[in-house]
């Protein structure tokens, strides 16, 4: 286990089966947050009011590669016109997704926000298509949605080195990571004390999406040396830190 100098926990260990050190932020992973749509989260962009419920997709979903964008688009022609309200614009507009001058993809967006986040009064209530047809299905949200979505606010990151060593760093998707240093984000989760409620830690409450990055047996590694080193006496998340202890 490390402190780092922003004052986190890290835990660290070699992969048995490839040239790669993980690096887990356990600060965050066993912290209390929570995604709290729909219950009180105001959002990420300035000019939608929380009642639009428009959470973290005013942006749309950049899309991870080519496998990223066959994956959601097949699970985007499963949908219907009873669970995805801007199925028929889809069409019309020429589908789901776009591509930027740099030949990157992402999804479109639509009254600002991804084309498909049903608003309020759509008959599904408000939130992310592929997401609600996940859940109703019983099916993993790791596999229907893009992989910037079930990720977050979980970020992996991959450094090779000259000699073709992999250090994978999984944490706390920070505001900055958005890009631009996060400056067009007006509220981010990991910041606010209203979404650290949880009553079971992140490793836990996101288990499948940590098994999807780093795989079973890596996951389990990781949830042995959490319980070896007792969660109770980790540094708490340092949101969780200034809210107990505010600056006066």
């Known amino acids: 286990m490390e402190v780092a100098g922003d004052g986190r926990e890290w835990c660290s260990f070699e992969d048995p089966d490839e040239e790669r050190t993980w690096l887990f932020d356990l600060t965050f992973l066993t912290s209390s947050w929570a ?5 009180g989260c105001p959002g990420i962009d300035p000019a939608a009011p929380a009642t639009a419920h428009i959470g973290c997709c005013s942006h749309g979903a950049w899309i991870a590669d080519e496998d990223d964008l066959e994956r959601v688009a097949g699970k ?15 069409r019309r507009r020429g589908g789901a ?19 498909f ?9 408000p939130g992310c298509a592929l997401h609600h047809a996940a859940v109703g299905r019983q099916e993993s949200v790791v596999d229907w949605k893009p992989e910037v979505c079930w990720q977050v606010p979980l970020r992996r990151e991959d450094h090779e080195t000259a000699s073709g060593h992999i250090f994978t760093m999984v944490r706390e998707w920070k505001r900055e990571d958005w890009g631009g240093e996060g400056e067009d984000v007006a ?7 209203e979404a650290f409620v949880a009553q079971r830690p992140v490793y836990e409450a996101l288990a499948d999406e940590l098994v999807a990055i780093c795989g079973q047996p890596i996951y389990a590694e990781l949830v042995r040396r959490i319980a070896e080193r007792r969660p109770e006496s980790l540094l708490p998340h340092p949101t969780v830190r200034a809210r107990r202890h505010p600056v006066r």
Do not use: K
């Open 117 to 125: 986040l049903n608003r309020p009064g759509f008959a599904t209530g």
């Open 97 to 115: 997704f776009v591509q930027d001058r740099h030949g990157d993809w992402r999804t479109r967006r639509v009254d600002g926000a991804c084309i």
């Open 76 to 90: 985007a022609a499963a949908l219907g016109t009873e669970e995805w309200q801007y199925h028929a614009l889809a």
């Open 35 to 39: 995604c709290i749509y729909g219950r």
């Open 187 to 193: 509220w981010w989760c990991t910041e606010a004390p």
